[in-house]
């Protein structure tokens, strides 16, 4: 299969870009390097730098590349700019993500899988947070994810879209090639590590949760295991493949599954792995809490495993840091950008 990756210059994206090498598909990448470096990108994937909001080029581009399915990564995605500019978001998250989907409709590529984000559902009524739960995003970034997967729903109904719709929780973790770099960088792991390397110190925001250390607690997913999800996802978008097509003799269900581990590991778990994964105490600072942090964020992930097959098989603390410890000792410029 032939899949176009937006954002394949991305963290997630080129892992996902990777894994769908090694699985022997082909990949064209769409990407406008906002957030993302060149230098990323596999070298037997081909590299379009261009935004996939431009409807008319993103239609030529997977006409002319006989593209079969989409892997759509690319977005904004830091909640902090969301809430300052949520026209940003609204702009290129959703205006710019329907401009994808016509310009797939008129190329007819109906095949595509989506990032989505456990921002979706803002704060849990209950935890480990199943599909089914609300959706009640509390910032316009989450917001525009759950626009953006009404839009595929609504595609599904209308134009028989085949979807597949994957809600990350906290993605982590480095490939021997590929680790993480955001600018700014609003991650704990990789902040830690930056702190544990002379960077700035740490802060650790609020120690009052209602947890058993007093900090929030997260889901973190190892991003070669959620590359390994991708593939899987696309593969299932098949117009031959019963999981993603009509339900019950009614119109095509995107198929929405969370991806995480459905283990909680709080900010003090992290920073003591990280530690010891360094090797030394790494410096840090107690702040207030950020609004809108929920105590604990932990993903169900039977529906993941129970449609793809799929299991995260990195699942420790040790692994997700210890790979990432050891990209940014093998890479202490980054990317080189
Ligand atoms: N990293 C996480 O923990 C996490 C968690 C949940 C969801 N997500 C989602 O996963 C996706 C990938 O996240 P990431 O951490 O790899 O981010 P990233 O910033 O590393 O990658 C995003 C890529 O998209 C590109 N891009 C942005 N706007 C574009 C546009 N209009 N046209 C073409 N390319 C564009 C950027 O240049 C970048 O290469 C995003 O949709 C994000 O919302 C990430």
New binding site residues.
């Given amino acids: 299969m032939k899949v176009l990756v937006?954002?394949?210059?991305?963290?997630?994206?080129?892992v996902s870009v990777d894994a769908l090498l090694a699985a022997g598909h082909e990949v064209v990448v769409?990407?406008?390097?906002?957030?993302?470096?060149a230098a990323?990108v596999h070298p037997a994937a081909r590299l379009v730098v261009?935004?996939?909001?431009d409807e008319t080029a993103t239609r030529e581009l997977l006409k002319s590349e006989g593209v079969d399915a989409i892997l759509?990564?690319?977005?904004?995605?830091l909640v902090g700019e969301s809430m300052a500019n949520p026209a940003k978001y609204y702009r290129?998250n959703v205006v710019?993500g329907v401009a994808l989907l016509e310009a797939a409709r008129a190329a007819g590529v109906l095949r595509v899988v989506f990032?989505?984000?456990?921002?979706t559902y803002g704060v849990p009524d209950e935890t480990p947070i199943t599909e089914q739960a609300p959706l009640r995003p509390i910032n316009p970034?989450g917001e525009s994810?759950r626009a953006f997967e009404g839009a595929l729903r609504w595609y599904g109904v209308a134009y028989g879209l085949r979807s597949v719709i994957l809600?990350?929780?906290?993605?982590?973790g480095a490939t021997d090639r590929l680790g993480?770099v955001?600018r700014p960088e609003t991650?704990l792991i990789p902040n830690a590590l930056i702190a544990a390397s002379g960077g700035r110190a740490l802060t650790l925001f609020g120690e009052d949760y209602p947890t058993p250390d007093g900090t929030p607690i997260r889901d973190y997913i190892h991003v070669a295991d959620l590359a390994d999800a991708h593939v899987a996802a696309l593969v299932a978008t098949d117009s031959a493949d019963a999981r993603t097509g009509p339900v019950g003799g009614g119109p095509t269900e995107p198929v929405i599954a969370n991806l995480g581990t459905s283990t909680g590991f709080s900010v003090k778990d992290v920073l003591r792995e990280a530690e010891a994964v360094v090797g030394r105490p790494i410096p840090h600072t107690v702040g207030p809490r950020r609004a809108g942090d929920p105590p604990v964020l932990v993903a169900s992930n039977g529906r993941a495993r129970e449609v793809f097959g799929w299991a995260a098989g990195r699942s420790t603390l040790a692994e997700m840091i210890g790979s990432a410890w050891a990209w940014r000792r093998a890479h202490p410029e980054g990317y080189g950008d």
Avoid: P, Q
């Avoid at 937006?6 to 080129?14: E, K, N, P, S």
């Avoid at 990032?115 to 921002?119: R, T």
């Fill in positions: 937006t954002g394949g210059a991305g963290y997630v994206g080129g769409l990407d406008d390097l906002s957030t993302g470096h990323i261009g935004t996939y909001a759509h990564c690319a977005a904004r995605s290129e710019g990032s989505s984000s456990a921002s970034y994810k809600r990350y929780f906290n993605v982590a993480e955001h991650h």
